[in-house]
């Protein structure tokens, strides 16, 4: 199985939003509604951000929101704060029956 | 509140077979799946597989000729076993439940650090 496909680095000036891309084909993302978005802080064990494409776990600023369209999902963090700086990894179900991670994409806050 | 805690050597040779236990706390193995999920140094995640309560398994195809994952009888650990392991195996290994019926992989271990070498 493939790696989904994410942009290796996005960055923004805080404040603004930003939109990190999760592309992956009708075997995983545009087949199921579970894809999900962790959050990973250098050392730090990842966290859950989104999970089944747009819910948010309680706890998690309501800046996080994620999409899917067709078989590409996003996750969008509006307001970009310093400390949102972080590495973003999305993960999908597949036909398989089996779980691929994104190769992951670096957020940097101007 | 589940926890999980992770354990096992933090060193094995090339060749042999890396073994690692997960430990749950403040609850069972009596619903949901048992992931383990690495990361090499430097690199991305990567799921290597996951175990239902019942025992069913799934497996990283990458991964599966040599990979056991299973539950143990307590039903409070389940353990990773990786045999033929090289320095690309090396890696911090976590485990993590997921619900039944979602996707959300939501209580993770503190990770270990595992590394192969002679």
């Known amino acids: 199985q493939s790696a989904l496909t994410q942009p290796a680095s996005v960055s923004g000036s805080p404040g603004q939003s930003i939109t990190i891309s999760c592309t992956g084909t009708?075997?995983?993302?545009?087949?199921?509604?579970?894809v999900s978005w962790y959050q990973q802080h250098p050392g730090k064990v990842p966290k859950l951000m989104i999970y089944?494409?747009?819910n948010r776990p309680s706890g998690v600023s309501d800046r996080f929101s994620g999409s899917k369209s067709g078989n590409t999902a996003s996750l969008t963090i509006s307001g970009l704060q310093a400390e949102d700086e972080a590495d973003y990894y999305c993960?999908?179900?597949?036909?398989?029956?089996?779980?691929?991670f994104g190769g992951g994409t670096k957020v940097t806050v101007l | 509140q589940v926890q999980l805690q992770e354990s096992g050597p933090g060193l094995v040779k090339p060749s042999e077979t890396l073994s690692l236990i997960c430990s749950v706390s403040?609850?069972?193995?009596?619903?949901?799946?048992w992931s383990w999920i690495r990361q090499p140094p430097g690199k991305g995640l990567e799921w290597i597989g996951n175990i239902y309560y019942s025992g069913t398994t799934k497996y990283n195809p990458s991964l599966k000729s040599r990979l056991l994952i299973s539950v143990a009888t307590s039903k409070t650990q389940f353990s990773l076993n990786l045999n033929s392991v090289t320095a690309a195996d090396s890696a911090v290994y976590y485990c993590a439940r997921r619900k039944n019926g979602s996707g959300r992989m939501d209580v993770w271990g503190k990770g270990t650090t595992v590394i192969v070498s002679s």
């Open positions: 089944d494409v747009s």
């Open positions: 403040g609850g069972s193995i009596t619903s949901d799946h």
């Open positions: 993960i999908s179900y597949t036909t398989t029956t089996t779980w691929v």
């Open positions: 009708g075997s995983d993302v545009g087949n199921y509604n579970y």
